[in-house]
């Protein structure tokens, strides 16, 4: 057993607390990581608010990191120790349906388990002050040293840089893959990008990679602006400047709407104003956004009847284990940035701190 440190989440709505954590040892088919770098994400913030329906306390959050395999249990065979890899919040087991299908990246092999906060055999690895501690998403990258499934990891370049990589653990990957696998922007296209955080940044470094023309980023605090258009943004745009609807001033920008569009707030009403601001007979709109528990979507049919296609993607379509690993080069070799992405660099124990820094767009 490992004794590290963790930021541990006892209950919703609380910051997280700093705590010294066992870490048991790996079992069969689990891999046990010594976690250098984590980011901190949205999803995490979502499920510290406790409206999460899968919120599980007391838990380890964090599902951005990047590490060092510290040891392997019985039957690990794609991992071994002084491995580099990537904790997987969507694993690829390779072997259920969902993996067999080129269509789909969302393996199901450990999603029930994963959803209640534990490991595959149905118990946890963390223990803090007598108490079990839960698994966050499969990765729990908040804590010094994790355990993961082995279908939950990818080995990557040794040489790359933790506290870089540890982004295409989530966001990066999942904006860019938005663009490239979901949407398959074409060259030459018009595209909308709705929220400029990290996800929003990397749906438009996508865009711009697959070629589109024209790329209008959308969102209501101008300081994300010049971020946007260093990132591929041709023109930035706020709701808050016009009294007509947004999707309305889209429609009367493009010449009848937009090629694509992205929503990457996870708010169901700009979920709306996306695929109504994508153009009649072959606008495509993508869900990236996470919306909180209970909301629905709406739209007149009409808006589908006219062949426009609404579509959703998780981790940005990208199988994980066969996918992170060529992000990865992708990133060594420059074509896509990571580098660029990162903010502010933060001692572990000013995790809440990195929290504040996120919720205030900074």
Same mark, same amino acid.
């Given at each position: 057993?490992?004794?590290?440190?963790?930021?541990?989440?006892?209950?919703?709505?609380?910051?997280?607390?700093?705590?010294?954590?066992?870490?048991?040892?790996?079992? =069969?088919?689990?891999?046990?990581?010594?976690?250098?770098?984590? =980011?901190?994400?949205?999803?995490?913030?979502?499920?510290?608010?406790?409206?999460?329906? *899968? !919120?599980?306390?007391?838990?380890?959050?964090?599902?951005?990191?990047? !590490?060092?395999?510290?040891?392997?249990?019985?039957?690990?065979?794609?991992?071994?120790?002084?491995?580099?890899?990537?904790?997987?919040?969507?694993?690829?087991?390779?072997?259920?349906?969902?993996?067999?299908?080129?269509?789909?990246?969302?393996?199901?092999?450990?999603?029930?388990?994963?959803?209640?906060?534990?490991?595959?055999?149905?118990?946890?690895?963390?223990?803090?002050?007598?108490?079990?501690?839960?698994?966050?998403?499969?990765?729990?990258?908040?804590? *010094?040293?994790?355990?993961?499934?082995?279908?939950?990891?990818?080995?990557?370049?040794?040489?790359?840089?933790?506290?870089?990589?540890?982004?295409?653990?989530?966001?990066?990957?999942? !904006?860019?893959?938005?663009?490239?696998?979901?949407?398959?922007?074409?060259?030459?296209?018009?595209?909308?990008?709705?929220?400029?955080?990290?996800?929003?940044?990397?749906?438009?470094?996508?865009?711009?990679?697959?070629?589109?023309?024209?790329?209008?980023?959308?969102?209501?605090?101008?300081?994300?602006?010049?971020? =946007?258009?260093?990132?591929?943004?041709?023109?930035?745009?706020?709701?808050?400047?016009?009294?007509?609807?947004?999707?309305?001033?889209?429609?009367?920008?493009?010449?009848?709407?937009?090629?694509?569009?992205?929503?990457?707030?996870?708010?169901?009403?700009?979920?709306?104003?996306?695929?109504? =601001?994508?153009?009649?007979?072959?606008?495509?709109?993508?869900?990236?956004?996470?919306?909180?528990?209970?909301?629905?979507?709406?739209?007149?049919?009409?808006?589908?009847?006219?062949?426009?296609?609404?579509?959703?993607?998780?981790?940005?379509?990208?199988?994980?284990?066969?996918?992170?690993?060529?992000?990865?080069? *992708?990133?060594?070799?420059?074509?896509?940035?990571?580098?660029?992405?990162?903010?502010?660099?933060?001692?572990?124990?000013?995790?809440?701190?990195?929290? *504040?820094?996120?919720?205030?767009?900074?």
């Amino acid at each position: 057993v490992i004794k590290c440190k963790a930021a541990v989440a006892w209950e919703a709505g609380k910051p997280l607390s700093i705590e010294e954590v066992e870490v048991a040892p790996p079992k =069969a088919h689990e891999v046990r990581i010594k976690i250098i770098a984590t =980011a901190v994400c949205h999803t995490d913030a979502y499920t510290l608010s406790g409206a999460d329906p *899968e !919120g599980c306390f007391p838990v380890i959050l964090g599902h951005e990191g990047a !590490g060092i395999v510290e040891s392997v249990g019985e039957g690990v065979t794609k991992v071994k120790k002084g491995d580099t890899v990537i904790p997987l919040y969507i694993p690829q087991c390779g072997e259920c349906k969902f993996c067999k299908n080129p269509k789909t990246n969302l393996c199901q092999k450990i999603r029930i388990t994963q959803g209640k906060g534990v490991m595959p055999d149905g118990t946890s690895r963390f223990s803090c002050k007598g108490k079990q501690i839960y698994h966050f998403m499969g990765t729990s990258t908040f804590s *010094e040293y994790t355990v993961v499934a082995d279908i939950s990891v990818a080995k990557i370049d040794a040489a790359a840089p933790l506290d870089k990589v540890c982004l295409l653990g989530c966001g990066i990957s999942t !904006g860019y893959g938005a663009a490239v696998n979901t949407a398959k922007v074409e060259p030459g296209s018009t595209c909308a990008v709705f929220g400029l955080g990290g996800v929003g940044l990397a749906v438009i470094m996508g865009c711009k990679i697959a070629g589109a023309s024209r790329i209008i980023g959308i969102d209501i605090n101008k300081d994300k602006y010049a971020k =946007a258009k260093e990132f591929g943004a041709t023109e930035c745009i706020s709701p808050q400047d016009s009294k007509k609807p947004i999707q309305e001033v889209l429609v009367e920008m493009t010449d009848g709407g937009v090629d694509y569009s992205f929503e990457c707030i996870g708010n169901v009403r700009v979920m709306r104003a996306a695929l109504e =601001a994508c153009h009649k007979g072959w606008g495509v709109s993508v869900i990236v956004g996470v919306a909180a528990a209970g909301q629905e979507i709406a739209t007149r049919p009409f808006q589908l009847v006219t062949g426009r296609t609404w579509k959703g993607t998780a981790f940005g379509g990208w199988k994980s284990v066969d996918n992170v690993p060529k992000l990865v080069t *992708e990133y060594m070799s420059k074509k896509i940035k990571v580098d660029e992405f990162v903010t502010h660099t933060l001692p572990f124990d000013k995790i809440n701190e990195a929290f *504040e820094l996120m919720h205030s767009g900074k």
